[in-house]
């Protein structure tokens, strides 16, 4: 009896990994782009009650991230700061979605820096009684009511920000690319590494990330399918979603 009301538990638990989706994992705004949407959607048979906050973390020089040791801190560079949005909670109809948008604030004293958050969209499911008991399979089981949390950078830069990136140390052993990315300047990157040959030829690529404004180097690993080349052009592609997105390249020559 109890290992069937712990699978029927985690049976309802693991559901609510599909329950609710959102149709972007990254928010940029800028002078440019002062405006955007995205969606939030219910894809089960439930009422989705559903909020928007904001959250902190602190990056060291790897890239890693941690929240501040006090809670509900809010530093100087937060996008809360310069934002607005809409709706805040709302509820989400069986089979429906909701629009969200982001605003920039028209400020004109702004300060000269990359604003960031975090967008945290919780939600759970809406049922005429809470204290609900299933029978399931001869057994009660009770209806748990989990809450699902999309986590969702918000990047916002308010004027021109000058980034450099360099690519040194490349370095092939075997089928294993190495090199480092070397960062520079007063904004984050977001893109990825694309590996070709002397013609220009795509060989494979990585997937998107991050650069953030606190890591000055990061070594990169890739491994490269069979190929046949005289030299690997390894380059650096910035999402083209951001205005002035930067490229930048550099070449290994093949002894």
């Known amino acids: 009896m109890y290992k069937t009301c712990f699978f029927i538990i985690l049976f309802l638990t ?18 440019e ?3 955007t ?5 219910n894809k089960t048979l439930l009422k989705q009650e559903c909020k928007i906050d904001f959250t902190h973390y602190t990056f060291d020089a790897f890239g890693n ?7 509900n ?5 937060s996008a809360k700061k310069i934002v607005r949005f809409s709706p805040k909670s709302f509820v989400i109809a069986p089979k429906s979605k909701q629009k969200i948008r982001f605003t920039l604030r028209n400020k004109h004293d702004i300060e000269k820096i990359e604003y960031r958050s975090h967008i945290i969209v919780s939600c759970q499911d809406i049922k005429d009684n809470d204290s609900q008991i299933e029978t399931l399979a001869n057994f009660a089981a009770v209806t748990v009511k989990p809450i699902l949390r999309h986590h969702i950078p918000l990047v916002v830069r308010p004027r021109n920000l000058d980034v450099q990136l360099d690519i ?3 370095a092939l052993e075997g089928k294993q690319l190495s090199f480092d990315l070397e960062r520079s300047g007063k904004r984050s990157l977001y893109g990825q590494v694309n590996v070709k040959d002397q013609d220009n030829n795509l060989i494979t690529s990585s997937r ?14 890739i491994s490269l399918p069979k190929f046949k080349a005289k030299s690997l052009i390894v380059e650096f592609i910035e999402d083209d979603e951001l205005t002035n997105s930067l490229t930048t390249s550099s070449t290994l020559i093949l002894k």
């Open 37 to 41: 949407d995205y969606w939030v959607s």
């Open 14 to 31: 693991s559901n609510i990994s599909w329950a609710v989706s959102v149709s972007t994992y990254r928010i940029y705004l800028d002078r």
């Open 33 to 35: 782009h002062n405006a």
């Open 73 to 77: 801190f809010i530093p100087n560079n």
């Open 65 to 71: 991230l941690s929240k501040y040791d006090t809670p």
């Open 208 to 221: 998107k990330f991050p650069l953030y404004h606190e890591v000055l180097s990061k070594n990169v690993s």
């Open 168 to 170: 040194k140390n490349i």
